[in-house]
């Protein structure tokens, strides 16, 4: 009975020390065969001088987008992540412009007016079609203006 507790002890203290050591040396692996979650050393390197907070709110956020939307959204996501990882000042909001249905036009009307054109798409569901807005766009500050990131590759 001795001995259980005292491999019982010394497996609680190995498991605290590992917590300890993995919360000291952080490591994030990308192991996609195309590195898309790698930052690269040229992004690394204009972020790691940043000393104060930058705040990047994205216009992403909804539950009901089409598959290809909440991929964008997901990556989005997780490449922000990636930035704030490498620097704790990057900040980041997923924003719904559309979501408190009493300023849902005023909200569209100011956005677009700023320049952040919403996209208009068909959503089919159950056989039924309904249009639904989404502003697949990013805001960025940038010395006393925001810079507009459009998230979609332009086709033509």
Known sequence: MNKTIKHIVILIIALIAINILSYQVFKRFDLTEDARYTLSDAAVNIIKDVESPIIVDVFLEGEDFPS??????????????EFSAKNNHIIFHFINPLEDESSRELNIQQLSARGLTPMQLSVEESGKSTQAVIFPWALVPVIKTKLLLYLLLKTK
Do not use: V
């Not at 939307?69 to 490449?79: A, D, G, M, S, V």
């Open 68 to 81: 290809e939307f909440r991929r964008l959204q997901r990556e989005t996501k997780q490449l922000l992540e």
